[in-house]
């Protein structure tokens, strides 16, 4: 079978890169596969791929996005957070000319199945079913449905009438949770299906959850990771009650750096704040931590909790999607209310005062994290394309 995915970028670090990487090198074992990544190529993948997959790198909608008219009309709309017609939509973002020039492209590679990465690359299939005959055409969300649709002044948000009727013609929209599967049948009538993300990385060592370090792995993006709420709670555990002899280790890099560093020496957390930055082999952070925090107001799977689990973290994580079906709240973690800071701070104290609870909970963690290995996620997707139509998710 010889599989085409389609993606915004190979370049950026991100858990939809790493995911696709990953899942693309496990197929690349029993098929041919390609890559068509929707940017110039200038900077290479930041997750290494198997050599045998093609990368081809198509940058026209990156090239024409920004034309008279339609460039300021999508500018408009992100400004006043308009939810735009499904006729206007397609122009703006989707113009026929280049839409029917990468169609033709699709076609000469002579692919048995496309699977399309985030809410834009699947709305962009979607318009092209009736053209593509005899491929098999898959959508691929790695984010939720309420980022994607409800959150005003996001692309997706402003294409959200043209998208109720372009995913509706994909052999099959994929999800990452069962949540979020339900999500599309309320809101758009889509029979989705839904597969989580598989582990990035197996783990022999396991921490030992002996240090007093508190670990966060993620974007430094202050609201979607709750980086702020992640303050907040540092100055409870730290400031407030006392457990000055502990601190928080923060591993990555992105666009709040500066408003976190800000709101670290705000609180007057110097001390026991430590931003490590962007680090591609995070294993090391993992098992030398005790405790994993996971303060996101929204996660579309969360694939640094099952990274956590596999190295043997009890995670604390507020009940979002995603999360929520990864942990298993009393055994592997807790799982908080959104978005009550002070019973997020109690639970982690449970844990950072209690060494056996530690223990048992480490264990139990990296027995859940099982569940998402490669090889039965992979196993799952190549039902899926085997046969879009009727394959039945499955709960890990």
Same mark, same amino acid.
Request: glycine letters at 8%; proline letters at 3%.
């Given at each position: 079978?010889?599989? /085409?995915?389609?993606?915004?970028?190979?370049?950026?670090?991100?858990?939809?890169?790493?995911?696709?990487?990953?899942?693309?090198?496990?197929?690349?074992?029993? $098929?041919?596969?390609?890559?068509?990544?929707?940017?110039?190529?200038?900077?290479?993948?930041?997750?290494?791929?198997?050599? @045998?997959?093609?990368?081809?790198?198509?940058?026209?909608?990156?090239?024409?996005? %920004?034309?008279? +008219?339609?460039?300021?009309?999508?500018?408009?709309?992100?400004? $006043?957070?308009?939810?735009?017609?499904? =006729?206007?939509?397609?122009?703006?973002?989707? +113009?026929?000319?280049?839409?029917?020039?990468?169609?033709?492209?699709?076609?000469?590679?002579?692919?048995?199945?496309?699977?399309?990465?985030?809410?834009?690359?699947?709305?962009?299939?979607?318009?092209?079913?009736?053209?593509?005959?005899?491929?098999?055409?898959?959508? =691929?969300?790695? %984010?939720?449905?309420?980022?994607?649709?409800?959150?005003?002044?996001?692309?997706?948000?402003?294409?959200?009438?043209?998208?109720?009727?372009?995913?509706?013609?994909?052999?099959?929209?994929?999800?990452?949770?069962?949540?979020?599967?339900?999500?599309?049948?309320?809101?758009?009538? &889509?029979?989705?299906?839904?597969?989580?993300?598989?582990?990035?990385?197996?783990?022999?060592?396991?921490?030992?959850?002996?240090?007093?370090?508190?670990?966060?792995?993620? @974007?430094?993006?202050?609201?979607?990771?709750?980086?702020?709420?992640?303050?907040?709670?540092?100055?409870?555990?730290?400031?407030?009650?006392?457990?000055?002899? =502990?601190?928080?280790?923060?591993?990555?890099?992105?666009? /709040?750096?500066?408003? &976190?560093? $800000?709101?670290?020496?705000?609180?007057?957390?110097? %001390?026991?704040?430590?931003?490590?930055?962007?680090?591609?082999?995070?294993?090391?952070?993992?098992?030398?931590?005790?405790?994993?925090?996971?303060?996101?107001? =929204?996660?579309?799977?969360?694939?640094?909790?099952?990274?956590?689990?596999?190295?043997?973290?009890?995670?604390?994580?507020?009940?979002?999607?995603?999360?929520?079906? &990864?942990?298993?709240?009393?055994?592997?973690?807790?799982?908080?209310?959104?978005?009550?800071?002070?019973?997020?701070?109690?639970?982690?104290? @449970?844990?950072?005062?209690?060494?056996?609870?530690?223990?048992?909970?480490?264990?139990?963690?990296?027995?859940?994290?099982? $569940?998402?290995?490669?090889?039965?996620? /992979?196993?799952?997707?190549?039902?899926?394309?085997?046969?879009?139509?009727?394959?039945?998710?499955?709960?890990?």
């Amino acid at each position: 079978m010889k599989i /085409g995915f389609i993606t915004p970028s190979l370049s950026a670090c991100g858990g939809l890169q790493r995911v696709q990487a990953l899942l693309a090198n496990c197929l690349a074992q029993r $098929h041919e596969v390609a890559i068509i990544a929707l940017e110039d190529g200038k900077t290479p993948p930041y997750y290494a791929l198997d050599q @045998r997959i093609q990368v081809i790198y198509e940058d026209i909608f990156m090239r024409r996005r %920004n034309r008279f +008219p339609w460039g300021p009309v999508r500018a408009v709309a992100r400004e $006043h957070s308009l939810a735009l017609p499904a =006729w206007v939509a397609r122009r703006a973002y989707y +113009p026929a000319g280049t839409v029917r020039e990468f169609r033709r492209r699709l076609e000469e590679g002579g692919y048995d199945c496309l699977v399309a990465s985030t809410a834009f690359c699947s709305v962009l299939l979607g318009l092209m079913v009736e053209d593509l005959r005899g491929v098999r055409i898959i959508g =691929w969300h790695h %984010n939720s449905y309420s980022v994607y649709f409800q959150t005003p002044g996001k692309g997706a948000y402003i294409q959200q009438k043209l998208a109720r009727k372009a995913l509706k013609k994909l052999d099959a929209l994929v999800t990452l949770t069962r949540q979020d599967r339900e999500a599309y049948k309320r809101w758009m009538d &889509i029979d989705g299906k839904y597969i989580y993300n598989p582990l990035s990385f197996s783990c022999e060592k396991k921490s030992e959850v002996s240090e007093k370090v508190l670990l966060f792995v993620g @974007r430094l993006e202050i609201q979607q990771k709750g980086l702020d709420y992640l303050v907040r709670i540092a100055d409870i555990l730290f400031r407030q009650r006392g457990y000055t002899d =502990w601190k928080l280790e923060i591993v990555g890099g992105g666009s /709040g750096k500066d408003e &976190i560093v $800000h709101m670290i020496a705000e609180y007057g957390l110097e %001390n026991q704040i430590v931003l490590m930055g962007e680090k591609k082999d995070v294993k090391e952070y993992y098992t030398q931590a005790s405790v994993f925090l996971c303060t996101s107001r =929204w996660e579309g799977f969360g694939l640094v909790v099952t990274e956590a689990m596999e190295c043997g973290l009890p995670v604390v994580s507020f009940r979002t999607d995603g999360p929520s079906e &990864i942990v298993q709240s009393g055994k592997s973690g807790y799982l908080i209310e959104n978005y009550n800071l002070e019973k997020f701070a109690d639970a982690v104290e @449970r844990l950072m005062c209690d060494a056996g609870l530690r223990r048992k909970m480490s264990e139990q963690a990296a027995a859940r994290a099982e $569940h998402f290995s490669l090889v039965r996620v /992979g196993e799952e997707w190549e039902k899926l394309l085997q046969d879009p139509e009727n394959y039945q998710s499955v709960s890990l």
